[in-house]
């Protein structure tokens, strides 16, 4: 099963996430890799992440790296939301 979900992503979804896990974290220097790597905007790149963590075969293929991206998104996406709706 593992192997069947791996398969479903492409060479470019295993890159970015190999990448992600040694990635600088933040920052102008995060972005500037990210470029140097795939050619990318540092917006198009978290695009592109977004989507890669929502496909199973991602989650089994670094199963750490994204459980952390989905909780640092969910935290992210309640800031936002007490924010505007002032809870």
């Known amino acids: 099963m593992h192997d069947d979900l ?3 992503l492409t060479e470019r979804d295993r890159m ?6 040694h990635a600088p974290t933040v920052g102008a220097r ?4 990210v470029r ?3 050619g ?3 917006a198009r790149y ?3 992440l977004g989507s890669l963590i929502e496909k199973p075969g991602a989650l ?3 199963p750490m790296l994204v459980a952390r991206l989905l909780r ?5 996406e309640a800031a936002r939301s007490a924010r505007t709706f002032g809870r």
Do not use: N, T, W
């Open 30 to 33: 995060k972005e500037a890799a």
């Open 60 to 62: 089994a293929y670094a």
């Open 40 to 42: 990318l905007s540092g």
């Open 6 to 8: 791996v398969s479903g």
């Open 72 to 76: 640092l998104r969910d935290s992210r």
């Open 36 to 38: 140097a790597e795939f």
């Open 16 to 21: 970015i996430l190999d990448f992600e896990q």
């Open 46 to 48: 978290q695009q592109l």
